[in-house]
């Protein structure tokens, strides 16, 4: 006898991004989003991303039920993540997942942010021991799974253990992009206007920081701030991202030497970034290992 597909409806609104997700165990039916983006020149401010999550979560869930072909009673279990993230985000997901669980009576779940993309990215790509890269606005950590060891949950169930091999030891290189793209004047800072200039500029040899498998990028920020107005943005773009992203390779390098994987992932915003992906492809085809990483929407 078949037995029917368990329905997971998630919220997720760690930070700029507002998502809301439809799912069995086997496949994604709907991933409804919407983005926040900060006034031109400046940061994001908390409040106003929580508002703007707050002012579209319903017409997002309205989305995702009507591309997944579900109705709200159809939902058997409702998740939410639970950090890490930005706090004022966060609570808007919480309170809205809590809301929706109380109503229809339904179980539910809080989901390790963190967690969620390294699960996610095995899936996507089919790789079954790897070594993950997370990149992420607060977040860059090079991340093993410990192959036969668990761990329990909160509700008693046996989990997945993973093992941090190597980190930041200030920001996560999301967020060294983020806070230069202040520095450049160009509209909307964000990681993704340095990356758009970075393709036109050269090389200019900045500050290279590893001990071990951790890293350090404040010190790369500082440096490449006050190179503006001596160089020329695009060089400086460049620059900040091939030194940045060398720190990277050599650190996942060093944990594939280490552990012997084969594998290799990256995961999390800054993963879709197409000169990472460059860089770690050639690094993987040089150690004779495989290279993945999930859809960008992920």
């Known amino acids: 006898m078949k037995t029917a597909s368990c329905v997971c409806l998630g919220i997720e609104s760690t930070a700029h991004t507002l998502g809301v997700g439809i799912s069995t165990e086997k496949k994604v039916l709907a991933n409804a989003v919407a983005f926040y983006r900060s006034p031109p020149g400046e940061g994001m401010l908390p409040r106003k991303a929580a508002e703007h999550h707050q002012e579209k979560i319903k017409e997002k869930m ?90 329990r949950g909160r509700d008693g169930a046996s989990v997945e253990k993973y093992r941090v091999l190597g980190e930041t030891l200030d920001i996560g290189i999301g967020n060294l992009f983020d806070v230069f793209a202040r520095s450049l004047g160009e509209g909307f800072a964000h990681g993704s206007t340095v990356e758009k200039l970075a393709g036109e500029g050269k090389y200019i040899e900045m500050p290279y920081v590893i001990k071990g498998m951790n890293f350090s990028f404040s010190g790369l920020l500082t440096h490449a701030q006050r190179m503006m107005g001596k160089e020329k943005k695009e060089d400086v773009c460049h620059s900040l991202m091939e030194t940045s992203f060398a720190v990277l390779c050599e650190a996942c390098e060093r944990a594939l030497c280490l552990t012997g994987k084969k594998e290799l992932i990256v995961c999390g915003g800054v993963a879709q970034n197409k000169k990472l992906q460059g860089m770690l492809a050639e690094m993987c085809k040089e150690q004779g290992v495989e290279f993945g990483f999930a859809r960008n929407e992920f």
């Open 62 to 151: 309205e989305e995702a039920l009507r591309v997944a072909g579900k109705k709200i009673e159809d939902v058997d279990v409702f998740a939410f993540s639970q950090g890490p993230g930005i706090g004022q985000c966060l609570r808007v997901s919480c309170i809205a997942a809590r809301y929706l669980a109380q109503k229809y009576e339904k179980p539910l779940l809080g989901i390790n942010h963190c967690r969620a993309h390294l699960e996610i990215s095995m899936n996507e790509t089919g790789f079954t021991d790897p070594i993950f890269l997370y990149v992420s606005g607060g977040n860059t950590q090079v991340i093993v799974r410990e192959a036969g060891e668990k761990e």
